[in-house]
Each structure stands twice: as C-alpha cells, then as structure tokens.
C-alpha cells in the first residue's frame, strides 16, 4: 500500500514538473521572454522591448495571396510571330507576393478623384493629372466619341477596368491607396480621431496622412490622436502615456505597387493547379488548361474564355450567341479565373508592370525574384539630427538619389554631409545595368529607353497570341492608351505559405 501510495505520488511530480516546464516553455514561445537574454518583453520597467508576436500577415484589400516557387519565365511561348526574342526561356524563383484579384476598375478610380477634390479642393493641377486620357477612345475612323464622356463616370461602366492611365499615373495610384488603407486601419482601431469626430471637428483639407511620414512620429498631436493608441513602455514615460504605432506592432500594411514582370507572369499562368509531389504535370499557353481560348467543360462548350478581338472586324461574336461578349472591355470579374483566383490575367485589359523594357533581359538577370528597373533612392531629411523627415506639399516624404550601395561607415556619413568632395558618389539608377548598348543612343537610334515600360496580358482589341502571358511589349510612361490598365500588388512579409503552415 505504502508502495503504491510512493509510486502514485511519484507520478503526480513528475506530471506536474512536466507541466510546469511545458508551460514555461509555452510561455517562451509566446514572446513573453527574450530567449537570448531571458530579459522580459514588452515591461516598462526594463526599457520596455515591444514584441508582439500575436501579429498575423494578412493581405490588405482587394488582395490575394500567391504562393511562390519556381518557373520557368517564358517558357509558356511557343512561338515568336514578332522574332522579337525578347522573353528566351530561364527558370526563376519568384517569392510569395500578393496581389489584386482583379484590374483596378473605373469605380476605383472615381474613388480616388473623389478624394483628391475633397482633399485638395484648390488644387486644379493634382486633380488634372490624375485624370485618366479619356481622349484615348478617339480614333479618326470609328465612332468611338461617346466613349470620351461616358465611359469613366457612366455608372454603367463602373466595374469595367479604368484606362487611359499611364505607368506613372498607375504608380501614383498605388501609393494613395497604400497611405488611404493605412489610415482607415488607424481610425477604425482608434488610434487616430475616428472619421465622426474628424468630420464634426472640420479638419482643414489639404492634411493629408502619409504612411512614411507617420512611422517616423511625425503625424501626431491634438486634434490627430485617438483614445486607443498603444502605450507607451520607454523609460522615463510618463504613467498611460501614449505612442503612435510603429512598423514592429505589424498594424499598417505594407505599400501597394505595380508588380513585377515576374510576378505578374508567374501569377497569370497559375501552375498552382498543374503540381503534383513538387512537380509540374503539364505546362500551360494561357492562363487556363489546353491549348485553345474555347472552354471545354461541357456547361459552356466552345465559350471563349477571355475578351480578345478574335478575328478581324470580330469583337464579340454574332448577335443572338454572343462569344467572348465584350465590344470593348467587360467588368473586371467577368469570365472564370485562373487557379490562382485571379480574374483576366488574359485579355480585357493589357496591364502595367513594374519592369523597364529591354529585349534581352534574359540575358542579365537575378534568378530569384527577376527586376529591372530599380533607381534607389533615400528620404531627404529637414533636420537630420533630430531625423526629421522633409515633406513636399502634399504632406508625402521627399526622396532624393541614394549616396551609397550599402551602409556607410558613421565617419563617412559625417564626411558627406560636410560636402567633402573626396567622398565617393553612387551610381543610383542602375535601370541599365550590365546593357551592352551605348547609353547615349537610348531613344535616338531605338525607340527603347530608360522610361519604355513593359505592358502584359493582351487586350479586348489583341489577337490570342498577346494572351500568352509569356508575351511582352512596351510603352512610355508617361503614355496611356484604351487597352491598358493594370492591377496592384504587394510585398509579402514573411511566408504565410511557409513550413508548418
């Protein structure tokens, strides 16, 4: 008796030891305790380190996240009816990436004129320049002039895609869509003034929210916070002082962009559906299964599957049974997506993407996530001590060409900002990096320069070869035309899709 007494009481010890230390190790795991230093997160009374590690990526609106992994870029075109070999076959990495379901549509866009008036009431020229070409529908022998006045505002042209942007326009875009997300997630949480209060208080337009600049402390104050900002763990803080929101909390979304030629090509094709045990089954020339534009699933039999010109003088198909159905453009979730979710990675609308155009970027290239177009730039500060950030008129930080490749040691930062002409400049733009051509030439000899952009996908007005997703064609940036729009993307962070998920 007195052994099993010993032996159940032995059992209990050990049981509640081990559930003693699981639950220290659970607590470690949470992020309560360095596990470097066993120094406590998140205590104001150690300096207060804020971890948080409850903080779950998610994509911001409109978005959808694409798992990435390799392909082979180009490897979709099967021929090159232009001989422009301009997308030769090389495999790549592409990282996981988010981005829009669909193209950005004319309702959208209506948005963000609504909001630059309502903003910047006085201001005639920021409004002017947002304003899509609509002149782009005029053509000397079709009668496309209705298209000019209705086609943005008519709302029954509101889920179609918005066109008549530019590259720089589409970019513009997305950095007022990353700063207006940014802001509704602050004020809905109430760590701004929420939208009544801000509206019964008539704050003065023109004030406008930027993400950089709040991240630096710099959009703060009566009349701007809210009543449910973080507290303020510092040293030496006063008691339930208050902070604004930093990028370690994980609150604020990362910036919306145009995406990569990579990422957009990788996402148009959606493999996703065509692996098996880490392999790719069968290849694909469009965005969906088969080597035709007609649907094969017995419900819509012969139907094309995306809004392309499929002959000459043939946008739509007969009256009575109508084809791909689209005139002109559809809305923007017409047709089945892809395996990805993403809908008209073919056809409709071509769509911008980040990449400056060169034919043989196949030729120099990173084999994990392919750009080119970079030109690195750094924010300008007003006051460099107190890191104080300059701002244009717009309330958005000022950039300027980066000074470095890398960190600089602190006594050449002391040596570049006394002006000291021995201090090394640094070649920031590199958008022709490695280009064998003589830079001088650039759009005098070729219509190619450091401002071609590449557009993709094919369009309402396209042949079916142009909705491969593998073709590739340029434009200015600072042109638009009625067959191009585009769609947003953003960066992942970390790997939603990673080990264990």
Not at 17 to 27: A, N, Q
Not at 337 to 359: C, H, I, K
Not at 375 to 382: K, L, S, T
Request: with cysteine; net charge neutral; proline share 4%.
């Amino acid at each position: 008796m007195n052994y099993l007494r010993f032996v159940i009481t032995s059992t209990a010890l050990v049981v509640a030891s081990s559930l003693l230390m699981t639950s220290c190790k659970s607590k470690s795991r949470r992020g309560d305790v360095s596990a470097k230093t066993g120094v406590r997160y998140n205590d104001p009374y150690n300096g207060g380190l804020q971890i948080n590690r409850k903080i779950k990526e998610s994509p911001g609106p409109g978005l959808i996240g694409i798992e990435g992994g390799t392909f082979v870029m180009g490897g979709s075109l099967n021929e090159d009816l232009a001989f422009s070999h301009d997308n030769l076959r090389r495999r790549v990495t592409v990282a996981s990436f988010y981005i829009d379901e669909t193209e950005v549509s004319n309702a959208d866009w209506l948005e963000y004129l609504h909001w630059i008036a309502q903003n910047y009431p006085q201001d005639g020229k920021l409004y002017y320049d947002a304003l899509p070409d609509s002149l782009v529908w005029r053509n000397p022998l079709s009668y496309n002039e209705p298209y000019v006045n209705f086609y943005l505002r008519h709302p029954s042209f509101q889920d179609y895609p918005v066109v008549g942007v530019s590259w720089e326009q589409a970019n513009a875009y997305c950095q007022w869509r990353t700063d207006r997300v940014n802001e509704h997630i602050l004020r809905q949480r109430g760590i701004l003034m929420d939208y009544k209060t801000l509206n019964e208080q008539q704050q003065q337009a023109g004030q406008a929210f930027n993400t950089e600049i709040y991240l630096n402390g710099q959009i703060q104050g009566e009349g701007i916070d809210g009543k449910n900002m973080p507290k303020d763990n510092k040293i030496g803080a006063q008691k339930d002082a208050r902070r604004t929101v930093r990028m370690e909390d994980g609150i604020l979304k990362q910036p919306y962009r145009l995406p990569t030629e990579a990422e957009w090509e990788y996402a148009a094709l959606g493999l996703i559906g065509n692996t098996y045990d880490g392999n790719i089954e069968t290849s694909k020339a469009y965005p969906w299964n088969g080597l035709g534009v007609r649907d094969g699933s017995r419900k819509n039999q012969g139907r094309m599957m995306a809004n392309f010109k499929i002959t000459g003088g043939n946008n739509m198909g007969v009256a009575g049974d109508l084809n791909d159905g689209g005139d002109i453009t559809v809305p923007v979730r017409s047709y089945k997506p892809n395996d990805f979710g993403l809908y008209n990675m073919a056809g409709n609308v071509n769509e911008w993407v980040s990449d400056v155009y060169r034919q043989l970027s196949f030729e120099d290239f990173e084999d994990f996530n392919p750009f080119r177009g970079h030109i690195f730039m750094d924010n300008q500060y007003e006051n460099a001590e107190t890191r104080t950030l300059a701002k244009d008129k717009y309330g958005r930080p000022i950039k300027v060409p980066a000074k470095a490749p890398r960190k600089q040691t602190w006594e050449e930062l002391q040596a570049a900002k006394a002006g000291d002409p021995n201090n090394t400049t640094y070649d920031y733009d590199v958008r022709g990096f490695k280009d064998e051509e003589q830079q001088a030439l650039y759009g005098k000899t070729t219509l190619v320069n450091d401002k071609s952009r590449v557009f993709k996908g094919g369009s309402w007005n396209d042949r079916a070869y142009w909705l491969n997703p593998a073709t590739r064609r340029y434009m200015q940036q600072n042109e638009s035309n009625a067959m191009t729009g585009f769609r947003c993307a953003m960066t992942m962070v970390g790997n939603v899709f990673g080990p264990g998920k």
